[in-house]
């Protein structure tokens, strides 16, 4: 229903703007404390992994997620679009991300994080 599409839409463009931010303590307040998080051929479960990951595993700067594309469906949604950053030797990222999405059956918070992206596993 549209409320459901909407409370989604709300805490993906939140969790995307803490990304952006660099807080990724407010991840606490959008995932579920037992959140199953992958990326990068990667798999951690709950909030504090999560958090761990990507305290040490973001390396670019000024990073922008503009992910307008959007698809929701009974259990999941997505989001894709462009990252944009600056990489730590100087350069500029530019890059394609989709991120899938679970969310608990209100849609209040969100259970799972798959990343797919055509970044190298390194940056």
Do not use: C
Request: hydrophobic content about 35%.
């Amino acid at each position: 229903d549209e409320a459901v599409r909407e409370r989604r839409n709300e805490l993906m463009d939140a969790y995307l703007a803490a990304v952006d931010a660099r807080e990724f303590e407010r991840y606490r307040d959008l995932f579920a404390e037992d959140v199953t998080f992958a990326a990068f051929g990667e798999t951690r479960q709950g909030i504090d992994a999560m958090i761990d990951w990507y305290e040490g595993g973001i390396r670019t700067d000024n990073t922008v997620h503009d992910y307008p594309k959007r698809l929701h469906g009974e259990e999941v949604s997505a989001a894709y679009g462009q990252i944009s950053g600056d990489l730590p030797d100087g350069g500029r990222l530019e890059a394609r991300g989709l991120d899938v999405f679970g969310f608990d059956a209100d849609a209040t918070e969100m259970t799972k994080l798959v990343v797919y992206t055509d970044l190298p596993p390194n940056l």
